[in-house]
């Protein structure tokens, strides 16, 4: 298959079973030419979601609004919608652990998992770790994993960018980090 689909989520915090899903965008991307198509792009919001969190980082660090929320459509009423291109799609993330994590803890499943972007492109970015750092506390890794700061600046040095944190956006411009790498013969499917 020469297509797949990146997913990026926005939370309201990294624990994905107190914290709750905000946003999820997903973006397919052609193998053969890097053109990538938005499949999905939304807020939603789950029952739990309340003036507890009008101070989550996610709305303090992007342009994401808590009435934004307040508005969107339930996860459970886009749930069919998100399963059927899970199901269709081999599916990946840049930090898969977290993105997909989350997702699970919610009942969807990924039959057809690519590795993480994030921890491919770790041995490729080669990132240290601050000074101080003692590699057994990261499960004896050489490198850092990098943000998608980081893995952007590394792929593309001369092309801006600034992590926007929205879903989607964030989905474009990890499956751009993929597709380089996938160019290259890093990122082997």
Same mark, same amino acid.
């Given at each position: 298959?020469?297509?797949i689909?990146v997913i990026d #989520?926005?939370?309201?915090? /990294?624990?994905?079973?107190y914290? /709750? #899903?905000? @946003? #999820?965008?997903?973006?397919?991307?052609?193998?053969?030419?890097?053109?990538?198509?938005? /499949?999905?792009?939304? !807020?939603?919001?789950?029952?739990?979601?309340?003036? +507890?969190?009008?101070?989550? *980082?996610?709305?303090?660090?992007?342009?994401? +609004?808590?009435?934004? &929320?307040?508005? +969107?459509?339930?996860?459970?009423?886009?749930? @069919? %919608?998100?399963?059927? &291109?899970?199901?269709?799609?081999?599916?990946?993330?840049?930090?898969?652990?977290?993105? /997909?994590?989350?997702?699970?803890?919610?009942?969807?499943?990924?039959? %057809?998992?690519?590795? !993480?972007?994030? $921890?491919?492109?770790?041995?490729? !970015?080669? #990132?240290?770790?601050?000074?101080?750092?003692?590699?057994y =506390?990261?499960?004896n $890794? @050489?490198?850092? *994993?990098?943000k998608?700061?980081?893995? *952007? =600046?590394?792929?593309?040095?001369?092309?801006?960018?600034?992590?926007?944190? %929205?879903?989607?956006? =964030?989905?474009?411009? @990890?499956?751009?980090?993929?597709?380089?790498?996938?160019?290259q +013969?890093?990122?082997?499917?």
């Amino acid at each position: 298959m020469h297509k797949i689909a990146v997913i990026d #989520i926005e939370t309201t915090g /990294l624990d994905p079973i107190y914290d /709750l #899903i905000l @946003e #999820i965008g997903i973006v397919e991307l052609d193998l053969r030419t890097g053109e990538k198509n938005i /499949l999905f792009d939304s !807020c939603v919001r789950e029952p739990d979601f309340g003036e +507890s969190h009008k101070e989550s *980082w996610i709305f303090l660090n992007s342009d994401m +609004s808590f009435e934004e &929320i307040q508005m +969107s459509p339930l996860l459970e009423n886009v749930r @069919e %919608r998100l399963q059927t &291109i899970f199901n269709t799609f081999q599916i990946t993330a840049f930090n898969k652990s977290f993105d /997909l994590g989350f997702l699970k803890n919610r009942g969807f499943t990924f039959p %057809r998992e690519l590795p !993480c972007i994030m $921890r491919t492109a770790t041995n490729i !970015c080669k #990132i240290p770790f601050p000074n101080g750092v003692h590699l057994y =506390d990261y499960g004896n $890794r @050489e490198y850092k *994993w990098p943000k998608v700061q980081e893995a *952007w =600046d590394f792929f593309f040095p001369k092309i801006d960018y600034a992590e926007q944190h %929205r879903a989607a956006d =964030d989905a474009i411009h @990890e499956a751009m980090i993929f597709y380089e790498m996938y160019k290259q +013969s890093l990122f082997i499917i």
